[in-house]
């Protein structure tokens, strides 16, 4: 089994990145890299994670948000 480090270690066996990292990877390019972009993703995923019960450490802080 997999170890994750990270601010959304704890959500994602229950919230899987996989759809949201290729959507994200999509409007960056489409973008520019446009930090905002990034954000916006993150943040999405934070929220469906909280949604789902699943613990979210500080992930602005690192991602630069």
């Known amino acids: 089994k997999k170890s ?3 601010p959304f270690r704890a959500c994602h066996n229950i919230v899987k990145p996989h ?3 290729r959507n ?3 409007d960056l390019c489409l973008n520019n890299g446009a930090r905002s972009i990034l954000c ?3 943040e999405t995923y ?3 994670c ?3 019960g699943a613990m979210v450490h ?3 802080t690192p991602s630069g948000c």
Do not use: M, P
């Open 24 to 26: 994200c990877l999509s």
């Open 4 to 6: 994750f480090q990270g």
């Open 58 to 60: 500080d992930w602005r």
């Open 50 to 52: 909280r949604k789902r």
């Open 46 to 48: 934070a929220a469906t």
């Open 40 to 42: 916006q993703v993150l």
């Open 19 to 21: 759809d949201f990292y």
